[in-house]
């Protein structure tokens, strides 16, 4: 049973660039959402993709976007690129389901995302 | 402003003890804990929660403590095996409609000396 997978591992960007990170929930889950862990800190919570609408999103300006496909892969968007957007970007699966206080979500291994 | 907090960054255990992660919280509408584990160059794992309304949550060498008096929890490991060296995050959340983020703490770094 394939659990989350993100893609790439590592990414070199400069400035200004624009970057597009992959995501693959685990079988049998139909949510995907972003987080982005800096250097030291705990994870962020970025958005949350369901039924592919972003559901909910965190405090995280416009240029980060994302898209859920029919298969229920994800995607995140980074425009403008900044110094400051260098971090591990984590994406996780979960479960819709009635009748359960929470839906645990399930971390894939990030993708590690370096501006220069 | 940090709604989830770990004041300790570290922390180091014998083998064979008990390990005691703390955390705080200030959000009084968080109703809904969790641990992760993570190890480096991977992901967080989910380790175990629980819920506002209970106290105390056992998963064989893992239980979490919830004070909600205090806003405060904590995850005991017992006994402590040089595998469960990670950095443990502490995360909340509010189940009420809307929300589905997971606010996380800064995370403690626990090494067990074998």
């Known amino acids: 049973d394939a659990g989350v997978t993100q893609s790439p591992t590592h990414l070199i960007k400069t400035r200004g660039q624009q970057v597009t990170l992959r995501c693959s929930p685990k079988s049998g889950h139909d949510t995907v959402s972003w987080y982005q862990q800096a250097l030291g800190q705990g994870p962020q919570f970025i958005f949350q993709y369901y039924e592919e609408e972003e559901r909910q999103r965190g405090n995280f300006p416009d240029r980060f976007s994302g898209h859920q496909f029919p298969n229920y892969s994800s995607e995140l968007n980074v425009n403008a690129l900044l110094l400051g957007d260098s971090a591990l970007y984590l994406c996780?699966?979960?479960?819709?389901?009635?009748?359960?206080?929470?839906?645990?979500?399930?971390f894939g291994p990030g993708t590690r995302l370096l501006v220069l | 402003d940090q709604q989830v907090k770990q004041n300790s960054p570290s922390l180091s255990v014998q083998e064979g003890r008990i390990s005691i992660l703390n955390c705080d919280y200030t959000?009084?509408?968080?109703?809904?804990f969790l641990w992760y584990k993570k190890y480096p160059a991977e992901g967080p794992t989910f380790l175990i929660s629980i819920s506002s309304i209970k106290d105390k949550n056992e998963d064989g060498r893992f239980t979490v403590f919830l004070n909600k008096s205090a806003k405060h929890l904590s995850l005991h490991i017992v006994p402590s095996q040089p595998g469960d060296s990670a950095v443990y995050f502490c995360a909340a959340t509010h189940t009420g409609a809307g929300s589905y983020q997971l606010t996380f703490g800064k995370g403690t770094k626990l090494s067990v000396i074998p």
């Open positions: 959000n009084s509408m968080f109703d809904y």
């Open positions: 996780a699966s979960s479960h819709r389901k009635g009748g359960v206080e929470w839906e645990t979500q399930y």
